[in-house]
């Protein structure tokens, strides 16, 4: 695929964006935001993957070497969350998510299906809804969250959700376009959409990510 190249004479500003995985990750959410976001590395954004320890599995048995630890999260300027098989037992692992010290006023916050609970076990959604997957929904009410039903996407100032099996491109997306506008993020997503229409395809998915922002789209700065 071809790599979006910058058009400005001076070196951009590095953007880190922590992609955090855990034992049972969904290879979907994780891999998917990974390929996107690294298509903006050009431009200075740099995605990886951190999480506890040196490897972990998926759910479907994938084995992953990590690429940072945990704490390299509250580092970067943007945090995601995906789905996982056991999110609600990591919701409840105090020991675990009290390493993580995230921060919306200098971070940005996204998270993929069942990793919602995350963000609200860290305290993150606030007075916010929030999009899951069915099987969340209960924990989420449980905590107090909530739920937007039927809705693939949502966010409001510096944190979004969004839920579905193939729902990874919304949230990049989302995070592409407050890091580097519309320009940067069409280039990256045109190469991998569907071939045949991509361009009304690009124009339908960022339309749906700015009617989805609560309060109206915010520009990037």
């Known amino acids: ?12 500003a590095s953007t880190r964006v922590a992609i955090v995985c855990f034992d049972g990750f969904d290879e979907l959410d994780c891999f998917i935001t990974l ?29 992953l070497q990590l690429q940072r630890p945990l704490e390299w999260a509250n580092e970067a300027e943007a945090v995601l969350f995906g789905s996982n098989l056991y999110n609600r037992a990591l919701a409840e692992n105090s020991a675990l998510l009290d390493r993580l010290q995230l921060d919306p ?44 039903e039927n809705e693939p996407f949502h966010a409001h100032g510096p944190v979004a959700t969004a839920s579905g099996g193939l729902a990874a491109p919304l949230l990049a997306a989302w995070l592409m376009l407050h890091l580097q506008g519309e320009a940067a993020t069409r280039e990256a997503l045109r190469p991998v959409v569907a071939a045949g229409a991509r361009e009304p395809a690009v124009d339908r998915l960022l339309a749906q990510v700015r009617s989805a922002c609560a309060g109206g789209w915010e520009h990037p700065a």
């Open 35 to 63: 390929g996107l976001l690294n298509r903006l590395r050009p431009l200075g954004c740099s995605a990886e993957l951190c999480g506890p320890g040196s490897a972990i599995s998926s759910m479907n048995g994938v084995q």
């Open 1 to 12: 695929m071809r790599e979006v190249t910058p058009t400005g004479l001076n070196a951009p």
């Open 105 to 148: 006023l200098r971070q940005r916050v996204g998270a993929l299906g069942s990793g919602s609970l995350l963000l609200a076990r860290l305290g993150l959604l606030g007075d916010m809804p929030a999009c899951c997957d069915a099987a969340t929904r209960p924990w989420l009410l449980e905590a107090g969250v909530r739920v937007l």
